[in-house]
């Protein structure tokens, strides 16, 4: 198994509403990523989990909120999001991190569309 | 700071026509490099990557890249482009002791028949 499972493929909130996206891995891996790409761009970093603990923060406002629960489960929980937030959130995950750990499987996707 | 700078956010090829896609890196030691493709709507899928073994370095789709690092360059080709290789494609870096992997501006290719 090399997937990487998003869920919910497509999302449309409003700007009070609080929902959380869900992404899964069964190949081991022991670093997860969350990524946000806007539209004709490339993907931003948001956060890295190695090992389950948060690693990497690239200064993402609260209204995210990330959870590593286990070793193959990532949330991103949203709450009170502006309507430039609407993006495609892209999840990811590799074996562990720096070295020979290099590259990241990534998930489909969730489209999020706030309104 | 790594960075990663691809020459060309749009290239438009023929069908069996080379295709030739630019990435050149900004780092203080070898890094690692990869190059990703993204269909419309999808996720970023794997072509290959350079982690300090051959230089050159063959992919899927019959993609390859050749890391220079005389030229701090890693270019993605392929000899003949087919229809199905319309899409957008990141050049990316991540150092060797990090997690970070930090993407290039992308080059959309389009495919005439």
């Known amino acids: 198994d090399t997937e990487v499972t998003q869920t919910p493929k497509h999302l449309v909130m409003g700007m009070t509403n609080k929902k959380s996206l869900k992404c899964e891995q069964h190949m081991g891996h022991r670093a997860m990523y969350w990524y946000k790409q806007k539209a004709k761009k490339p993907p931003e970093l948001m956060f890295v989990?190695?090992?389950?603990?948060?690693?990497i923060n690239e200064s993402v406002p609260s209204r995210f909120s990330p959870e590593c629960p286990n070793s193959s489960l990532l949330n991103l929980h949203l709450h009170a999001l502006q309507p430039e937030d609407s993006a495609l959130y892209l999840c990811?995950?590799?074996?562990?991190?720096?070295?020979?750990?290099?590259?990241?499987?990534f998930g489909q996707g969730t489209r999020l569309t706030v309104v | 700071a790594q960075s990663v700078t691809q020459l060309g956010s749009h290239v438009s090829v023929s069908e069996g026509a080379l295709v030739l896609l630019r990435c050149n890196y900004s780092?203080?030691?070898?890094?690692?490099l990869f190059w990703y493709v993204q269909y419309p709507n999808q996720g970023l899928q794997l072509l290959l990557k350079?982690?300090?073994?051959?230089?050159l370095v063959k992919g899927i789709n019959g993609f390859e890249a050749e890391f220079k690092k005389s030229e701090t360059s890693f270019h993605l080709t392929k000899p003949s482009a087919h229809m199905s290789d319309a899409a957008e494609y990141f050049c990316a870096v991540k150092e060797a002791a990090g997690n970070k992997l930090t993407f290039g501006g992308g080059t959309r290719v389009l495919v005439k028949p």
């Open positions: 989990y190695s090992y389950e603990k948060l690693s």
């Open positions: 350079y982690t300090s073994a051959a230089t």
């Open positions: 780092s203080s030691v070898p890094p690692y």
């Open positions: 990811a995950s590799s074996t562990g991190t720096g070295g020979r750990s290099t590259e990241a499987f």
